[in-house]
């Protein structure tokens, strides 16, 4: 981290100047390539409110780990939430219930509990409230160091899983006839899922994290020619958003992660004038 800080403290950009502010940046760095690659996957595969139950599992986690009397109350979130999507994904496995309807079951369980939870013995909500907004600003090197290591396995789960997980999205049966564990692959992309969900919702809130796993892709398939296009665009609009939505943030006094949703969003509104015009 002292290099990154030295780097930063030699250019003339006001902004980093700040410790808190270079730590944002770097924190930043490794979660937009996780929003473009995974949302890519989730817009292809229909699972956008999937990401939003998985966020609402998070919440739950936390407010499970406080009562608990843990110290870092992320960690038992990051437990729950890898549960909580495995269990979803062994649930749709053997149910004829619509993909849908299962998230909307377990989207509003996660919510009830988390709240059951948080108030439970007469508790106050308000001490969750960083949680529902986010605050980069306040990131630390030990939570950086946690995206950054969740980053390389994504890659390099990337790397291996990539095509297999884009036929399975597209059409399961045709996966598995082609030998492809179709279980197994969704499992480790709902597990990844979680995983990436749990570690973002202190930095950038739970009521637009859904936004940053969904809008990346979606601004992409707008103008992708190709799957690389689509993957390599996803993750760039993420990152172009990202450190737009922090320089904004700095100079307005406004949420990172709002400004960085509604960034995405802008982007979006373009990409789909492009694709009407190439039409």
């Known amino acids: 981290m002292s290099i990154w ?48 139950a998985l966020g609402h599992s998070a919440f739950t986690g936390i407010a499970i780990g406080a009562i608990c009397g843990l110290t870092s109350p ?45 108030t439970l013995g007469g508790g106050s909500f308000t001490k969750y409230n960083q949680y529902l907004i986010g605050d ?3 990131v630390t090197p030990a939570q950086i160091g946690a995206l950054a290591l969740t980053l390389l396995a994504v890659v ?14 597209i059409h399961p049966q045709l996966a598995a006839s082609r030998g492809i564990p ?20 202190s930095s950038v809130g739970l009521l637009i994290l859904n936004s940053l796993l969904v809008l990346p892709a979606a601004a992409a398939r707008n103008v992708a020619r190709n799957l690389r296009q689509y993957h390599g665009l996803s993750v760039l609009f993420a990152l172009v958003s990202g450190i737009g ?3 904004v943030s700095y100079y307005l006094g406004c949420s990172a992660g709002a ?18 015009r190439r039409a």
């Not at 930063?8 to 770097?26: R, V």
């Open 5 to 52: 800080y030295a780097f930063w403290d030699l250019l003339p950009i006001e902004m980093l100047h700040w410790d808190f502010m270079k730590n944002a940046l770097l924190a930043l760095l490794c979660m937009a390539p996780l929003f473009g690659l995974l949302s890519t996957m989730i817009v292809t595969g229909r699972m956008s409110f999937f990401s939003d």
């Open 74 to 118: 992320t960690w038992a979130a990051v437990i729950f939430s890898v549960v909580f999507a495995l269990l979803f994904s062994w649930v749709r496995s053997r149910s004829n219930q619509a993909a849908d309807t299962l998230i909307g079951v377990f989207s509003s369980t996660a919510v009830a509990l988390g709240i059951f939870a948080a």
């Open 136 to 138: 980069i600003l306040s």
């Open 156 to 169: 390099i789960f990337w790397g291996v899983y990539a095509n297999r997980l884009t036929l399975t999205a």
């Open 182 to 201: 179709v279980g197994l692959s969704q499992t480790l992309f709902v597990v990844a899922i979680a995983v990436v969900v749990t570690l973002s919702i």
């Open 245 to 247: 939505g922090l320089t």
């Open 259 to 276: 400004a960085i949703s509604l960034i995405l969003a802008l982007i979006f509104a373009v990409t789909f004038c492009l694709r009407k």
